[in-house]
């Protein structure tokens, strides 16, 4: 079985599932028609019996080769005649003869799960795979153990298996055609990658594969007629670099193709999964390749090349000249046996009409034919090729443009450029396959300005799942002409196999579920819900995917979520008994070997005496000049109104008094637990609600000092914990234990918190684990704490908690957190930038702080792309900031009081930009504009592109009086600026226009 062959590896490890995984029922995607849920479990162990009959071979197979993949043993397959009176699953491919549903197209069945036994009843073959692929979503996904492979759930020993729940389901698909298309022309796939992704179709219950074989930049079916299509074709000379039209050419040869063998194999692989691959020989238009190979199919005779950049190209098959038709012919009596399914797909898209119009050829074709232009040419040339088709007994299907100039007898129609093309061909009582580019297309971002280079355009997969196939408009009669719908990805911008699984799930996963489920049960909370199970899937078929942001779901923490982002602006303090060496917080006693885990100082030639030394910290740690109220109020003339504070660190030492360790500061151990503000954390918190703050409390989920995380039996390796949880279960309880009980300390005993931050992203559960980031692939060991548990906790004494699990995407990382660094594009979900006043997260003595006129750029930057500001400040040994940093927030403060209405409570507005020296942003309600000019001396005008506004709009400089003139040319506003404010310090750091 391919589908779990490992072409991407992610460093998975073994884990205990949230909440929403424990949920009462497996979540099954997509929906089945009716699902009833009974009392009672079925057990599966290896000596459960598989009843099938021969002709069912291929579902069994499909079965037993997932469940040893991913469960560790297969079942004993035997016939009818062999069934045992219980613990045997058995598989029917007729239907029950009383079903009590109305059938819907072919796929139906049933699933029974009593405690004896598990019956698939299908309508057919097909409707027994369907219930296959239901039953293997009845399965559990935990716990996890690690394989050399990757992730895999396995029982406890040899004999042990899983239970599954009592249940009886009935179901079948709404529409008879649920399609995922490949695009392999722009770039090349082997043969084993192809088999997966049909694997990533069967899974989702879908029936068709888009096989899209031949393009401008590559021919990718071999022709035995034709060698030069292979030969020539299928190979370019370079590709371009970046998006279209591109930065330069990588001058690396890209291609290959696939045998007719290899078609046949790919071809029995998707039959015995039921899908039918639908091949696309794209005609007239993006035929370079063809063209490259054989010059005489053109208007000119060439030459021609592979193109190396995207596009639509005006070279062209030659509609009046015959030997194309007759290559063409040649082509599909090749192409028409490989593929046994009814129809064969011409494309037919983006013909420009340049070379015909000058090719005489053409020209006559048209005026014999007594054809009114070059799009009846095209209709013409569609029709001749759909006759031919039809005479080997298939039918075509094309693009859309196939309806310009007549749509062929017996043409069916893929809907691309929106619903129009679809509805026109349902009306004229052609069928439809619905494709609209605004809601399947997989190749545009899930994310806006993704980082990930795509073809633009920006489809969420909640947007998907929104998805309606057919129209409104359509009668009844008309509507049964849509058949289905499909997704595509087209691969300009997709490479390499792991970009394609990023690109489609778990927009495959909404899609399949558009198309399977019955319309009014259809619900995208409940979606959302089962999607966090699904992503575990995603990982125990080691496939890559892109982690939707997850909204939270209490009324009270979106609100609170809501109150944070439009406070902008808040305040970091890293602080520990660390300070008194002036090293980058407690790094250094993490043994790894990385330029912030070095050691210096008198003990750093000997790790162990290092440690003992660092602990000792504690004895000398006497912070006498701490005010936090001194802190509050230079924050607050700031204009901060959040603080985060480090209630512990990696290193394990609580700035708080906890009762469950004596490594803290309130400690007879540590000097300052005589003052009588020695609980540190408390005092903070009090001081900056005093002035109004937003509370937050950072606390690292590791802990390096607790012998439940770093047992002393075992030296520590890394950061992570130093023994296998799953070896030492009740050991790793303890620290989840601990680990709740200090949290649930910060949440009763130091007042309203308004956020619990958490740090220390590598404690975190298996199915989680993104292997593409550096400092996750390594982690070892699932590291799962419970969030469920500790979240129900801590809102259960704090309603509306803002969570914040850093790195680790669900429903508890309520905002992300970029670390030093300003993401480039504007991002739709909440963040934060947490970036140091100076080089370091805490006190280096001489540290070097950046400028107010850095501070305030970033804090433009951050806020235009729709997120906060959490600048860091290190207090040092003894209780105090440096001077430098009281200085730097006056600074700020000053700048802010005037410039201020245009941070707070804002949102981004498009352009976002101009250049690289104004930023804008605009009031929640979007009555005002604010653009923030970078320089601090002006120049006679200021242009800001892309920003159009209304005719009476007024253009303020906030901080001086009166209006300014200004002028629209074109979408570029341009203000004039006045001699008075020329080319002198008009304001400090930056400049703030408002455009009411």
């Known amino acids: 079985m391919q589908i779990l062959r490992p072409f991407v590896l992610l460093a998975i490890l073994c884990g205990v599932l949230s909440l929403y995984v424990h949920a009462q029922h497996p979540a099954i995607i997509p929906q089945p028609v009716s699902t009833q849920w009974q009392e009672g479990t079925f057990g599966i162990d290896p000596r459960t019996v598989l009843v099938a009959d021969a002709s069912d071979a291929p579902s069994a197979r499909f ?47 049933t699933l029974r799960v009593s405690p004896g036994s598990v019956v698939i009843r299908g309508d057919t073959h097909t409707g027994v795979f369907y219930g296959i692929q239901t039953l293997l979503q009845l399965l559990p996904v935990s716990p996890y153990v690690m394989l050399p492979s990757g992730p895999g759930v396995r029982p406890a020993s040899n004999t042990a298996g899983f239970t599954i729940p009592a249940v009886s389901i009935e179901d079948y698909p709404r529409f008879a055609y649920r399609g995922l298309m490949l695009d392999v022309g722009r770039h090349f796939f082997p043969v084993e990658y192809v088999k997966r992704y049909i694997d990533y ?4 219950k879908m029936n068709y594969f888009h096989w899209h074989l031949t393009e401008d930049q590559g021919w990718r079916i071999e022709i035995k007629k034709y060698p030069g299509l292979t030969e020539a074709g299928a190979w370019r000379s370079g590709t371009i670099i970046g998006h279209h039209p591109g930065t330069g050419n990588d001058s690396t040869p890209h291609g290959g193709f696939y045998t007719q063998e290899q078609i046949k194999e790919i071809v029995k692989y998707a039959a015995d999964r039921y899908i039918t691959v639908l091949p696309e020989i794209e005609m007239p238009g993006h035929s370079s390749a063809a ?7 053109g208007c000119t005779g060439g030459p021609y090349h592979v193109q190396q950049t995207w596009g639509v190209f005006k070279d062209v098959y030659c509609a009046g000249n015959d030997s194309v038709f007759q290559f063409l012919q040649d082509v599909l ?46 209709s013409y040339f569609i029709q001749r090729i759909e006759k031919y088709i039809n005479s080997k007994g298939k039918q075509i299907i094309g693009w859309d443009e196939i309806l310009e100039g007549g749509l062929a007898p017996n043409a069916s129609v893929m809907s691309w450029r929106g619903e129009k093309g679809g509805i026109e061909a349902a009306k004229q009582n052609h069928d439809v396959v619905m494709t609209p580019g605004e809601y399947v297309y997989f190749d545009h971002a899930q994310l806006q300005n993704d980082d990930s280079l795509t073809i633009g ?145 008198p003990y750093s030639s000997n790790y162990y005496d290092y440690l003992k030394a660092y602990k000792n910290l504690q004895t000398t740690f006497n912070p006498t000049r701490f005010d936090p109220a001194k802190w509050a109020k230079a924050a607050k003339d700031a204009g901060m109104k959040y603080v985060v504070f480090t209630t512990k660190h990696h290193d394990g030492f609580c700035m708080f008094d906890t009762k469950q360790t004596d490594y803290k500061i309130t400690s007879t151990k540590t000097p300052f637990s005589s003052n009588p503000h020695s609980n540190v954390a408390k005092e903070i918190f009090d001081a900056f609600r005093k002035e109004d703050f937003m509370v937050g409390a950072y606390f690292s989920k590791p802990d390096w000092n607790s012998e439940q995380y770093w047992w002393p039996y075992f030296p520590p390796k890394d950061r992570n914990v130093n023994y296998d949880p799953t070896k030492h279960p009740e050991r790793w309880q303890a620290f989840k234990d601990y680990t709740y009980r200090q949290i649930e300390e910060l949440m009763t005993d130091y007042g309203s918190m308004d956020l619990l931050w958490l740090d220390g992203g590598w404690v975190r559960p298996l199915y989680t684990i993104d292997a593409s980031i550096d400092w996750q692939k390594n982690i070892p060991y699932d590291q799962d704490i419970d969030m469920a548990r500790i979240a129900g906790m801590a809102r259960q004494h704090q309603p509306g908690l803002i969570m914040v699990d850093r790195s680790v995407p669900g429903e508890f990382e309520n905002y992300t957190t970029p670390e030093q660094q300003v993401p480039a594009h504007p991002m739709q979900d909440p963040w934060e930038s947490c970036l140091t006043m100076g080089n370091s997260w805490s006190y280096v003595p001489n540290d070097h702080y950046k400028s107010a006129t850095q501070l305030i750029n970033l804090l433009v930057k951050i806020v235009s792309r729709g997120g906060n500001f959490l600048l860091n400040v290190g207090p040092s040994p003894d209780g105090e900031w440096d001077d430098t940093a009281y200085s730097r927030l006056q600074e700020i403060g000053a700048w802010m009081k005037i410039n201020g209405e245009g941070i707070y409570n804002s949102k981004p507005r498009r352009p976002y930009a101009s250049g690289d020296n104004i930023f804008l942003t605009q009031s929640k309600d979007g009555a005002a504009t604010y653009a923030f000019y970078m320089d601090v001396t002006l120049p006679a005008e200021v242009s800001i592109d892309g920003l159009t506004v209304p005719a009476k709009s007024k253009v303020l400089l906030l901080g001086n009086k009166g209006s300014l003139k200004w002028r629209q040319e074109g979408k570029k506003l341009v203000i004039q600026i006045p001699p008075s404010l020329q080319n002198k310090v008009a304001g400090q750091h930056a400049l703030t226009f408002k455009i009411n």
Not at 77 to 83: F, H, L, N, S, T
Not at 93 to 98: R, Y
Not at 498 to 517: D, G, T
Not at 527 to 538: A, D, G
Request: one cysteine or more; proline letters at 8%.
């Open 333 to 378: 009596d090749e192409v028409l046996p490989l593929f046994p399914g009814k129809y064969i797909h011409i494309g037919g898209d983006e013909c420009p009409k340049d070379s015909w119009k000058q090719c005489p050829k053409c020209q006559r074709r048209i005026k014999e034919n007594g054809l009114k232009d070059e799009h009846e040419l095209q």
């Open 63 to 109: 079965f037993n080769d997932y469940l040893q993949e991913i469960y560790g043993f297969r079942l004993h397959v035997v016939g009818e005649d062999k069934q045992p009176s219980s613990g045997y699953i058995r598989l029917y491919n007729h239907p029950d003869k009383n079903p009590g549903i109305v059938p819907g197209p072919e796929g139906r069945y």
């Open 201 to 204: 179709i069967a899974l989702h």
């Open 457 to 601: 355009g920006y489809l969420p997969v909640d947007r998907v799942y929104q998805y309606e196939p057919v129209p409104a408009g359509l009668t009844p009669e008309e509507a049964k002409h849509v058949k289905g719908a499909q997704a595509n990805l087209w691969t300009e911008y997709v490479t390499n196999p792991r970009k394609i699984e990023y690109m489609i799930f778990p927009r495959l996963s909404a899609l399949s579920e558009v198309l399977w489920s019955p319309k009014e049960q259809r619900s995208w909370p409940d979606f959302e819900r089962r999607l966090q199970t699904q992503y575990i899937r995603y990982q125990l078929w080691k496939t890559n995917y892109y982690r939707a942001y997850m909204p939270p779901a209490d009324t009270l923490v979106r609100k609170k979520l809501g109150q944070w982002q439009d406070s902008k602006f808040g305040l970091l303090m890293h602080w520990g008994t660390y300070s008194q060496w002036g090293i980058v917080e407690s790094w250094s006693i993490c043994p790894e070997d990385e330029g912030w885990t070095v050691r210096r100082g």
């Open 291 to 297: 063209l490259t190979a054989y010059p005489y199919l």
